[in-house]
């Protein structure tokens, strides 16, 4: 059973940015698709971006394209999430989580991951 703790969250201005971790333990996350997701409040939970198990293929929701990047250091068992020209919509709860086997659908979907962490604030201020 693998356990993910995200770090990195906090308050910044419209413009700036940050680097969200999220770091595994209990099993190997370098055969696992990882994703990244937020919730808002009063919103539901939508993804943000993916990452391929050796992280040559990447994901990304359409309202974060080109600002936010995601990488992974395999032998740290870590996922990373660099968070730039962030703006107030970006706003949310962060987690991360760990792809199931035999996906539905879309790679951004939670229902296509079955490990989660307990998130990490963001918030960006105007």
């Known amino acids: 059973q693998v356990q993910l703790v995200e770090s990195g969250g906090g308050s910044v201005q419209a413009g700036g940015s940050l680097r969200l971790s999220c770091a595994a333990s209990?099993?190997?996350?370098?055969?696992?698709?990882m994703g990244w997701f937020r919730q808002a409040p009063g919103k539901e939970r939508e993804g943000v971006a993916v990452?391929?198990?050796?992280?040559?293929?990447?994901y990304y929701v359409d309202s974060v394209k080109g600002r936010f990047t995601s990488s992974r250091d395999n032998a740290k068992n870590t996922v990373y999430l660099q968070l730039n020209s962030l703006k107030p919509e970006d706003t949310a709860m962060y987690y991360c989580?760990?792809?199931?086997?035999?996906?539905?659908?879309?790679?951004?979907?939670?229902?296509?991951?079955?490990?989660w962490g307990q998130g990490t604030q963001v918030t960006v201020s105007s």
């Open positions: 990452i391929s198990p050796r992280g040559g293929s990447t």
């Open positions: 989580a760990a792809g199931r086997s035999g996906w539905v659908g879309s790679a951004l979907s939670t229902r296509n991951y079955d490990y």
């Open positions: 209990g099993d190997t996350i370098s055969t696992k698709w």
